[in-house]
């Protein structure tokens, strides 16, 4: 069983940064992937950034330039780095791992960017 705690999340003015933070704990290995999706309200869940096997990292269009996915693998944590927040950034955050034998979710963090 693994486990995913989301951290970071709030309110901040269009413009501004964020750091999320996702602690990783449990039996982790065989990753296949590992990164962050969003929900907005109404919308469905999509990809913001990961690292998948065979390939460095994975932007969505509308994120790229602005927001960067690193980890710790010391720590089983991964970041995202968000940057020149607008308002349609705003959404609940997820952190996800998807391994060999399944995948997982965190609980979510919630950013709504807003002046």
């Known amino acids: 069983q693994v486990q995913l705690v989301e951290s970071g999340g709030g309110l901040v003015q269009p413009g501004g940064s964020l750091r999320l933070s996702c602690v990783a704990s449990?039996?982790?290995?065989?990753?296949?992937?590992m990164g962050w999706y969003r929900q907005a309200p109404g919308q469905q869940r999509e990809l913001v950034a990961a690292f998948a096997a065979g390939v460095s990292t994975i932007y969505a269009s509308s994120v790229k330039g602005r927001f960067t996915i690193s980890r710790n693998n010391a720590k089983n944590t991964i970041y995202l780095q968000m940057n020149s927040l607008k308002p349609e950034d705003t959404a609940v955050y997820y952190c996800?791992?998807?391994?060999?034998?399944?995948?997982?979710w965190g609980k979510g963090t919630l950013v709504t960017v807003s002046s």
């Open positions: 449990g039996s982790i290995f065989g990753i296949n992937a």
């Open positions: 996800h791992f998807s391994l060999e034998v399944a995948d997982y």
